[in-house]
């Protein structure tokens, strides 16, 4: 139990769908970030919310939209993906965004996205 | 070159075996490292930090080489429940808020 929660776990959708992935944190975190890890590439960071702005966003296809509603909640919104995106989409939280953040990163269990 | 960099692997090593993992980083100014351990289809987490004085926890080592930019992470008696990809992460210069990871290092313990 890291305290991260994603759902859905496995999402599989075609080129057309839109859907959502939701996250949500149950640790009082004011940082909330999302992740994406494809096959045989590090982690890359999408979006950056704190105190539910959003502080960065790193080139993401706009095929991408983020949400933040609360500090605990945090939604990426997906439409019209290629079958690129394919990926584990992995939402994390910290208390903040100063420091060693290395070690205040917690990841929730991902979504595995496949794009058919 | 690659801002963080890494052998992917995978390592097969018998139980019991000490194995060691290097992982480079290409910018001299970056401050913070760590090691995160991830399973098979299940997200990173934190194994420990790596201090200038290097870190060790039960049968885990961590080291830092400013000089030839590289950190290490040591794993001695190894366990069938170690088996599992070791990230190597890095803060990007002069900003703690942005790490760079490693594609990481797979290791597969055997009976």
């Known amino acids: 139990e890291t305290g991260v929660t994603q759902t859905p776990r496995h999402l599989v959708m075609g080129m057309t769908n839109k859907k959502s992935l939701k996250c949500e944190q149950h640790?009082?975190?004011?940082?909330m970030y999302w992740y994406k890890q494809s096959a045989k590439k590090p982690l890359e960071l999408m979006f950056v919310?704190?105190?539910?702005?959003?502080?960065e966003n790193n080139s993401v296809p706009s095929r991408f939209s983020p949400e933040c509603p609360n500090s605990s909640h945090l939604f990426l919104h997906l439409h019209t993906l290629q079958p690129e995106d394919s990926a584990l989409y992995l939402c994390?939280?910290?208390?903040?965004?100063?420091?060693?953040?290395?070690?205040?990163?917690?990841f929730g269990s991902g979504t595995q996205l496949s794009v058919l | 070159r690659k801002e963080v960099e890494q052998d992917p692997g995978p390592f097969n090593v018998p139980e019991g075996a000490t194995v060691a993992f290097n992982c480079t980083y290409s910018?001299?100014?970056?401050?913070?490292f760590f090691w995160y351990r991830q399973d098979c289809r299940k997200e990173p987490k934190l194994l420990m930090s790596?201090?200038?004085?290097?870190n060790e926890d039960g049968r885990f080592t961590a080291q830092l080489n400013r000089a030839s930019q590289y950190i290490s992470l040591l794993i001695r008696d190894s366990k069938l429940s170690d088996s599992a990809t070791y990230l190597c992460?890095?803060?990007?210069?002069?900003?703690?808020?942005?790490?760079?990871w490693g594609l990481g290092t797979s290791l597969a313990v055997n009976p």
């Open positions: 640790l009082g975190h004011n940082a």
């Open positions: 910018n001299s100014a970056s401050q913070s």
């Open positions: 994390a939280s910290s208390q903040d965004l100063g420091g060693r953040l290395g070690e205040k990163l917690f």
């Open positions: 919310y704190s105190l539910e702005e959003r502080v």
């Open positions: 992460v890095v803060n990007k210069a002069g900003n703690n808020r942005k790490l760079i």
């Open positions: 790596v201090y200038s004085s290097g």
